[in-house]
């Protein structure tokens, strides 16, 4: 989607200025952060350039504002690939090489989760403003430093959760914000697959390279990478983090070499005593992938775009009329069954949030078109530019992978885990 419609699209209630106001990092998409960048260039370096660092780079290639000099991977084929379509760019197999060049003002790190946070916090050390993929570290520890690498750095630091530049989300969180659906009582959230999660192999001995998602020692399975995008969407909702998380987890289908869960079950507390559920199953597809805000009025479901109200509009008049008809005859008929009505899933086919909803069947691990992460890129290139940091970016994508992380300890030792209070930052947004 072109920058400009994005920002009319996902503005249409208040228009640019108040669409800044409550979701401040926009400010790089505005037309005046656009004019202060016009003639100038982020000059980049990509670290990992795999599945997601080519989707990447494919949109890289066409940005006006970007020019690629180095890339960086540890796996010859991967690099070659990177390197035919950047063929100026150095290269490198080792990132401390790249980080060394001064040419580079910004890197974009897409590695697997266990080399984000000790690559990342490199970076910023030798003074570049720094993108990594989602979600932030393996380990608390490593989230919280490279939280405080940010801080100590005056670097740029984003995170890659897109869903905060999708115009769908921006729009129906402004919805949610302006009281819209009334309170929020609910959430559930939840991202079903059907698919191993395997990539095919040239050579088994690449298993643990290729295949990273599916191991410990370099992944958490479906709580970094699917979950770390939903449980972001219910915190940005609410303005608040969860206080405690409980839940299951187990392989339940793929029982091959993995040790990861293939089916999670989790609820996250709020101190409101509203309750976040998540599920993942990647065994059976039939519910695809959502993220719902129940509110005592409506409900917004953010990934289709879409909203309902509790109350349906009234029916058109020709079917009230057959209605109060078939009324008249059936309630002067006396039936035995149960005296209470079943309750049963709406029928409501409920209204976009906007013209434009572009929808995923949530199937690819490499993403989504039209799904932000464009907008996202534009931005960390406007904020290597300018050197300007986005307010509260780092922090909405920090409590996500928290969370994430809290729920697969709470899954492992199977108990009621609470936040710990040294894995608290201070975020602008949580009242
Ligand atoms: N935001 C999204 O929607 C989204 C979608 C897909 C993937 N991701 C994230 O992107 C990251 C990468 O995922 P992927 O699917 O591209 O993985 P991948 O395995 O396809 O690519 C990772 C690349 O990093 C390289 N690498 C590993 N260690 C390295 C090191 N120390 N130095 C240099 N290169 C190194 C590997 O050789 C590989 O080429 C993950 O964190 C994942 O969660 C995000």
């Known amino acids: 989607m072109e920058r400009r ?20 990092w926009l400010y790089s998409c505005t037309s005046e952060a656009q004019k202060e ?62 980080l060394a060049l001064p040419e580079v003002d910004g890197v974009i790190v897409v590695t697997p ?52 530049f999708d115009p769908k989300y921006l729009k129906a969180i402004e919805m949610i914000h302006s009281g819209m659906i009334g309170n929020i009582t609910g959430i559930r959230s939840y991202w079903f697959r059907n698919n191993d999660w395997r990539r095919p192999l040239d050579n088994p001995s690449l298993e643990c390279k290729i295949n990273w998602r599916l191991y410990r020692e370099y992944s958490g399975g479906l709580m970094t990478e699917l979950a770390a995008h939903q449980l972001q969407v219910g915190n940005w909702a609410l303005k608040m983090i969860p206080e405690s998380v409980t839940g299951f987890g187990d392989i339940v ?11 999670v079950s989790l609820v996250y507390r709020y101190g409101n005593g509203v309750n976040m559920s998540y599920e993942s199953i990647i065994s059976n597809k039939f519910n695809g992938l959502e993220e719902q805000i129940l509110g005592h009025k409506g409900t917004l479901e953010l990934e289709k775009g879409i909203y309902y109200f509790e109350e349906a509009k009234p029916a058109p008049a020709i079917l009230q009329l057959i209605n109060q008809i078939e009324h008249k005859i059936f309630d002067n008929v006396s039936f035995a069954g149960p005296s209470w009505v079943p309750e049963t899933a709406s029928k409501n086919k409920g209204e976009y949030v906007m013209d434009k909803v572009s929808q995923t069947d949530g199937a690819s691990s490499v993403g989504f078109l039209n799904d932000g992460s464009i907008e996202l890129m534009d931005a960390f290139c406007y904020a290597v530019i300018t050197g300007k940091r986005a307010e509260n970016l780092v922090e909405e994508a920090y409590y996500s992978s928290v969370l ?24 602008l947004n949580f009242s």
């Open 5 to 24: 419609s994005f920002i009319k699209e996902a503005g249409k209630l208040g228009g640019s200025g108040l669409l800044v106001a409550a979701f401040p």
């Open 113 to 164: 989760l266990s080399e984000h946070a000790h690559i990342t916090i490199d970076a910023l050390k030798a003074g570049k403003h720094t993108f990594c993929e989602k979600s932030m570290a393996l380990t608390l520890d490593g989230c919280l430093k490279m939280y405080q690498s940010y801080q100590e750095s005056g670097k740029v630091l984003y995170i890659g959760q897109q869903r905060l």
């Open 37 to 98: 960048i016009a003639t100038q260039k982020a000059r980049l370096g990509v670290i990992g350039t795999g599945s997601r660092g080519m989707y990447h780079l494919n949109h890289l290639l066409n940005m006006p504002n970007v020019e690629v000099v180095a890339l960086c991977d540890n796996y010859a084929p991967h690099l070659a690939e990177a390197a035919a379509l950047f063929p100026k760019a150095k290269t490198f197999a080792d990132y401390t090489e790249l």
């Open 253 to 263: 289908y793929w029982k091959d070499s993995r040790d990861v869960y293939d089916s």
């Open 404 to 427: 994430a992380l809290l729920g697969l300890q709470a899954m492992d030792e199977q108990r009621v885990v609470k936040f710990p209070e040294q894995y608290k930052i201070p975020y």
